[in-house]
């Protein structure tokens, strides 16, 4: 089986996992459980947290000690069996650790699949893209199959089992667990003269250039969680009104027009224009999408706005990840990737998780949400980010020796 294809299946079920909880979990947590928009806050910041504290620990085995490929199967594996336990789980501490401990496993795989696909591509402005992809076509997978899911129950006048968002979770990841020891064999780096690779990975922080880049990156990240949190709890109130069992597989749009911005439009943008001006229409779609939000109406045009999210995410933290593969050295590149995922995946998530909790909180009253008070906040933030990175970022140029 050709590389490539290994490397796009393992792509599809590393944010298939994502996709089967991320979108809907919330809606889950505060309809069926009955959280508060903090607790609700707190659970999301938790893989935000294990981004900041295990990723460096994944980076530093595999460019040191052992094959890439191997320690991303050992921690699918372990992750998915605590996925599905957890999916019987509805008292708020028991989730809160369990989640956690899921998360210090599945954190480290985010830049780990990276890196293996980067390490085993031969241009990774033009391949990768086209790789990354599966991961956006795993992530409308697992909405579709849950959408289905919850809509055959509805017919046959079933109990809907809400915990199956975390169940499919861990099928996934035990498929992917099996799966990684098929990948391209990637062994570590041993015969080095630096022995701490994370250590070299937080030293290209000196460069003036690249830390604004990651400090923009950072604070971008932060109101991501605005989308990722608090999307289906809104589209599903009364401001926008559509079904619970259906708004997974209406935030798929997201991930279809991502499919096209990464498979397509990337491939054609960077090379010709460079990261800056790719990275600027990325953040610039920010603001255009939480404004929308904020006006609320029509609902087409809302539903309509979750398109923009290809722009938003594939222009600006793909392509961030792409310019991180570019300019770090060779046998650092995975904790280089683990370093823009910390900051990122990590901090800036986890910030943002308690913060896109806290203003929902904020503004509810009565058990209603104020939700244009909610997205005015994301939307003004991510506006002072696009002056920021227009006025500030300079592109650097590639290293990689």
Not at 34 to 58: C, D, E, R
Not at 96 to 103: D, E, G, Q
Not at 166 to 181: D, E, N, P, R, Y
Not at 341 to 346: C, K, M, Q
């Amino acid at each position: 089986m050709s590389y490539k294809i290994r490397l796009g299946f393992m792509m599809f079920l590393q944010y298939a996992i994502w996709g089967a909880w991320a979108p809907v979990l919330s809606e889950y947590l505060i309809n069926n459980l009955g959280f508060t928009g903090t607790q609700v806050g707190l659970v999301y910041a938790l893989l935000p947290l294990a981004t900041i504290i295990s990723p460096f620990l994944g980076g530093q085995m595999a460019d040191r000690y052992f094959p890439t490929e191997k320690v991303i199967a050992c921690l699918q594996l372990s992750g998915g069996a605590i996925l599905i336990y957890t999916s019987f789980v509805s008292d708020y501490p028991t989730m809160m650790w369990l989640i956690f401990l899921y998360s210090l496993l599945y954190a480290p795989t985010l830049a780990l699949t990276n890196s293996i696909a980067f390490i085993n591509l031969k241009d990774s402005e033009k391949e990768f893209g086209i790789i990354r992809v599966w991961g956006t076509i795993g992530w409308i997978a697992a909405g579709l199959i849950l959408a289905g899911w919850r809509m055959l129950a509805n017919s046959q006048e079933a109990l809907a089992f809400r915990g199956d968002t975390l169940m499919l979770a861990g099928i996934f990841s035990l498929i992917m667990g099996a799966q990684s020891f098929f990948l391209p064999h990637t062994p570590p780096k041993k015969e080095v003269k630096k022995p701490w690779a994370f250590l070299e990975a937080i030293k290209m922080l000196k460069d003036k250039n690249l830390a604004i880049f990651v400090g923009i990156a950072f604070v971008v990240a932060t109101e991501l969680q605005f989308y990722y949190i608090l999307t289906a709890p809104y589209l599903t109130s009364g401001a926008i009104g559509i079904d619970a069992s259906m708004v997974s597989g209406v935030m798929v749009i997201a991930q279809i027009a991502e499919i096209f911005v990464m498979a397509i439009l990337l491939p054609y943008f960077l090379p010709k224009f460079g990261i800056k001006k790719t990275m600027i229409i990325g953040v610039l779609a920010w603001p255009a999408r939480y404004i929308i939000f904020v006006i609320g109406q029509p609902v087409w045009l809302v539903i309509a706005s979750l398109s923009l999210h290809g722009f938003c995410y594939v222009f600006f933290f793909t392509a961030a990840f792409i310019y991180i593969d570019q300019v770090a050295p060779k046998d650092i590149r995975a904790s280089a990737q683990s370093l823009i995922s910390i900051v990122t995946l990590g901090l800036g998530n986890f910030l943002g998780s308690l913060f896109a909790g806290w203003i929902q909180t904020l503004f509810t009253g009565a058990d209603v949400t104020d939700w244009r008070s909610v997205f005015i906040i994301p939307a003004v933030l991510t506006i002072l980010c696009a002056v920021a990175f227009i006025l500030l970022f300079r592109e650097k140029k590639k290293i990689n020796v």
